[in-house]
């Protein structure tokens, strides 16, 4: 079954704590994505990821960062947590992206207090 | 800047009937549409995908057009049922390659009442 696993599922943390989603796919997509969805807004693309070790910054970086040590494997890390980074945060993959098939995770659900 | 527009916003119909979501954008290049579904607390699923000019697809009760001359796309739902309640996303890609990007409606929700 071709899927985007995402963990954890809900995630509360404190404002400055350094929080890790993670996200795996089981299809060898070479693009992943993470993005965010807020409410009234469309999903804005954080990073995206074209293989392993090639990464690049989406449109809105700032505050995030990503690792991508195995192309099954595509990792969000938010160092000191803000506020306003709660979210539902989605991983996505894609073959090569373009008019390719996309798969979407579950979403994470992040509230920072 | 909102480059991809959806409406209605929100939409109550009644279990059997029919309905038209529309996406209007202004994204370019575009190279194509997508239409995904998202139900709630869940993942986007995608429907159908729209590239040339003046493309139709069909996905059973789910069809689409697609007019790039208007940049403006149709989701048509026929005999709407219960489990078509879900929020509705357009999505224009601006390249047919990974270096493009995806831009994302924010979405028509749909609710289906029996």
């Known amino acids: 079954d071709m899927k985007v696993t995402q963990m954890p599922r809900y995630l509360i943390k404190r404002m400055g704590e350094n929080v890790l989603l993670e996200c795996g796919q089981d299809m060898s997509h070479e693009t992943m994505y993470w993005y965010r969805q807020d409410p009234g807004l469309g999903l804005q693309l954080i990073y995206i990821?074209?293989?392993?070790?090639?990464?690049s910054e989406g449109d809105i970086p700032k505050g995030y960062r990503v690792s991508r040590k195995k192309r099954e494997h595509f990792s969000l890390i938010l160092d000191s947590a803000k506020t306003n980074q709660t979210s539902v945060y989605f991983c996505a993959s894609s073959l090569r992206g373009g008019q390719s098939d996309y798969t979407f995770g579950s979403g994470t659900r992040l509230l920072v207090i | 800047k909102t480059q991809v527009e959806q409406s209605p916003q929100s939409l109550v119909v009644r279990q059997g009937e029919n309905c038209v979501l529309q996406c209007n954008y202004s994204v370019t290049p575009d190279n194509h549409l997508r239409w995904f579904k998202q139900d709630t607390g869940k993942g986007l699923v995608s429907l159908t995908v729209l590239v040339h000019e003046n493309d139709k697809t069909s996905n059973g009760r789910y069809s689409a057009t697609l007019d790039k001359d208007a940049k403006h796309s149709t989701l048509h739902i026929t005999a709407t049922l219960l489990d078509d309640t879900a929020t509705y996303i357009c999505v224009v890609g601006d390249r047919g390659s990974a270096l493009g990007r995806l831009h994302f409606g924010a979405g028509t929700q749909l609710i289906v009442i029996p």
């Open positions: 990821s074209y293989d392993v070790d090639s990464n």
